[in-house]
């Protein structure tokens, strides 16, 4: 009944929706503004800047797993950064996204040595889940953030 599977282009409209799902559940609708042209051209481009596995019960897209690689200077390794797990609700309690990470963290032992994603601090459910599996929530790390008109005020304060 579950398969899992690349992303290929034809995928992005799902994707997309994946995207939008999320950023609803998260309760940032607004916040979710990537187009189909910018994941057509960051995932399927000449230069992949991100991987996607599609999960699919009985043939039907029902969830996704958007990663991609990094590296860890003290570690001397690779690893991947899961940006957006996500398993429609009407299909969560079925082992699809135990099966999607599982996936996911086998990709990451082959490229390297870690896996590691974020997850918000009110969203109990998932950081059980996580937890559930193995994760570890790392404290006190932070995660810090320059974006929108501050990135190019910073490019350009500093500047030699």
């Known amino acids: 009944m579950l398969t899992i599977r690349e992303a290929t282009p034809a995928d992005v409209p ?52 958007l990663y991609f690689p990094f590296y860890s200077t003290w570690r ?9 797990l996500f398993v429609r609700p009407e299909f969560r309690r079925l ?19 870690r896996f590691q994603w974020h997850v918000l601090d009110w969203n109990e459910p998932a950081i059980k889940f996580y937890e559930s599996i193995g994760a570890k929530m790392l404290h006190p790390w932070r995660i810090m953030r320059v974006d929108g008109d501050e990135l190019p005020a910073l490019a350009k304060k500093f500047s030699i």
């Not at 082992?95 to 040595?113: E, F, H, N, P």
């Open 14 to 65: 799902e994707m997309l929706a994946f995207i939008c799902e999320l950023a609803e559940y998260e309760r940032e609708p607004h916040a979710a503004i990537a187009t189909a042209e910018d994941l057509l051209r960051d995932g399927f481009g000449h230069r992949p800047l991100f991987q996607c596995l599609i999960a699919e019960w009985e043939r039907k897209p029902v969830g996704m797993a």
């Open 76 to 84: 001397g390794n690779a690893g991947i950064h899961l940006e957006d």
């Open 95 to 113: 082992g699809i996204g135990k099966a999607l990470i599982s996936q996911v963290a086998a990709i990451a032992m082959q490229r390297g040595d």
